[in-house]
């Protein structure tokens, strides 16, 4: 039975149109469907479910000896093999814009000794791009870098010209530029921090100095580096890294003593004498430093006034002060006077590295 409605037409002198009504409109259920695998689901939140459960998004990932490397610039010191890489979640792969397969591109970085290349990771997710920096250093100019510092630098002596020669000599060693960079800046340190040689770097810009060899050498893994980093770690008063490099027994036989008598008692290391840590140049006060702990007990007590007086010294820096000062406690235990004492072990009170130190002496001197 069909269905209709009239009303009124203005257009027809007052009558009326016959309209058939639309018949009544049936509506299709929404099926919301997976954009992945095309399955259908009743509600959009149903659907949302499925996709992060069944389908979750990842991007591609690289791992260089298990560790994920982010996307800015990577920088590989030492060599890889094609078994330390690694991809997660990649479906394609590229590097410097050539498609490879992951045996083909492993085997690629693993024979990247210089320069920078670009990788980019594919899934159907989304694309990663990482930038690789390599360098390696070749071993050769390594061990040449080291033949001329042993052949320019004898004993202590130290100048401008010295280093000076030391950086021509070296300049053609291209891949061992971090190494040369980090010695001659640990070099002008030891200049700054005497001002001797005929150095125009002030006094203060020692720290600078250190801190950029530091900067330069934290990937060189050679004896003489280690050695350069343990003295300036000894300098700055961060005895558990100073006595972590093993190269320099003295060295990290004193770092280990001031880090037990700051309360950061490490393991120490048994190992044999390096030349290249013989002809170091250091400067006065860590050599100074050194050369008193070298003394045997009977001769520790005749050092004490010049302990005493460099303690209080402005020549020395801060850090050198306290190692002097706690050298001085440490000896004068037994022999100095009980007033004495406590006011050398008041000095150190608002130390951040020996205040507990301190403490400790005052109480027993207390007692």
Known sequence: MAWYLSFIDPGNAGGSVIIPESPPAVLQPIVYECPRCSAHFDSAQARRDHFFTVHP?????????????????????????????????????????????????????????????????????????????????????????????????????????????????????????????????????????????????????????????????????????RTIRGIINFSFNSFVQAASQADAPALAAAASLFAGWAGKPVRRWAVAQQEAQARLPVDHATDRVLSWMALSDKRQERELDELQQVSASPIWTAEDRTKALVLWLEWGRTCRSTDELRRMARRLLNDAIFAGYAEQVLEKVNQ
């Open 57 to 225: 998004y990842r991007k591609p990932e690289l791992l260089l000896h298990g560790q994920l490397l982010g996307n800015s610039e990577t920088v590989i010191h030492e060599p890889v093999q094609a078994t330390d890489w690694l991809l997660g979640s990649c479906h394609r792969a590229s590097l410097n814009g050539r498609m490879m397969a992951p045996d083909e591109l492993f085997q690629a970085l693993a024979e990247c000794r210089q320069g920078f290349h670009v990788l980019e990771l594919s899934n159907q997710d989304s694309t990663e791009r990482f930038e690789l920096r390599f360098c390696i250093p070749e071993l050769a100019e390594l061990q040449r870098l080291e033949d001329i510092f042993n052949t320019l630098f004898l004993d202590n002596e130290l100048s401008v010209d010295d280093v000076r020669r030391f950086a021509e000599a070296c300049k053609s060693l291209k891949t061992a530029g971090e190494y040369l960079e980090g010695i001659c800046q640990y070099l002008y340190g030891v200049l700054a921090k005497d001002q001797r040689g005929g150095t125009q770097l002030s006094h203060a810009q020692y720290k600078e100095r250190f801190n950029r060899a530091l900067e330069a050498l934290r990937n060189v893994d050679r004896p003489l580096a």
